[in-house]
């Protein structure tokens, strides 16, 4: 019987501090509900774009997501890259301290400049591959503002959960876009608008706040950062 081969690369972070791959109803205004627990949160995947976002306020939002991960003792998993927001949210969590994850399709590594000063980084063959993994070695997810990957990216977590593919996790989504969206669908979710440092501090409530809402269909929490 001939083994299947792997479609996937990782890497540990070598002794020069790089790793190498390696084969292998609308809420709107309503009060907030109390903050709830959103379980063993070890590690949270963050959904992002390349690029650094239309405000200033979206990359201060990715360097305050990526500190308080640290702050927090949870693990960064991402898409790989060191461009944009990408590599705000990235670079922020390695420097305070926390773990970061990239998991990154051979195709983008040049192309969205792979960032190998992490702890771990994971090159595949394809983007399927890619969302698996991202999904697998995450227990909450963030989407910070991005394009039509980092859109392809949520629609297909959200929609595995909602036919019961996937395990229902925590959501947050953050950036005005994503309200838009939320208020074109007619799905419920609970609208957050507060500062960027804010918002940090009282990360993993707004986790338990978006564990709080099991719904599939709805859209966990919203945060639109404060200009």
């Known amino acids: 019987m001939t083994k299947k081969k792997s479609s996937v690369s990782a890497?540990?972070?070598?002794?020069?501090g790089r790793a190498t791959p390696?084969?292998?109803?609308?809420?709107?205004?309503?009060?907030?509900?109390?903050?709830g627990d959103p379980g063993p949160v070890s590690n949270v995947c963050v959904y992002c774009g390349s690029g650094p976002g239309a405000k200033p306020v979206y990359a201060e939002a990715a360097r305050t997501l990526g500190k308080s991960l640290a702050a927090n003792s949870i693990g960064l998993v991402y898409g790989g890259g060191g461009l944009g927001l990408m590599g705000e949210v990235a670079r922020s969590t390695l420097a305070n301290g926390g773990r970061v994850t990239g998991i990154i399709p051979k195709?983008?590594?040049?192309?969205?400049?792979?960032?190998?000063?992490?702890?771990?980084?994971i090159v595949t063959e394809d983007m399927h591959v890619r969302k698996r993994l991202m999904f697998e070695r995450s227990d909450a997810f963030v989407a910070l503002p991005g394009g039509i990957g980092t859109l392809d990216e949520i629609v297909t977590m959200w929609s595995q959960m909602q036919t019961a593919c996937m395990p229902i996790r925590p959501l947050i989504l953050i950036g005005a876009g994503w309200q838009r969206i939320g208020q074109t669908s007619g799905k419920e979710y609970i609208s957050l608008s507060i500062s960027a440092p804010e918002f940090g501090k009282t990360l993993y409530a707004n986790l338990g706040r978006a564990a709080g809402q099991s719904d599939p269909n709805a859209y966990a929490l919203i945060w639109t950062p404060q200009d």
């Open 22 to 35: 390696q084969p292998a109803a609308h809420l709107g205004d309503v009060p907030l509900p109390p903050a």
């Open 11 to 16: 890497t540990a972070k070598a002794g020069n």
């Open 107 to 121: 195709f983008l590594t040049e192309k969205e400049h792979m960032l190998t000063d992490v702890t771990e980084i």
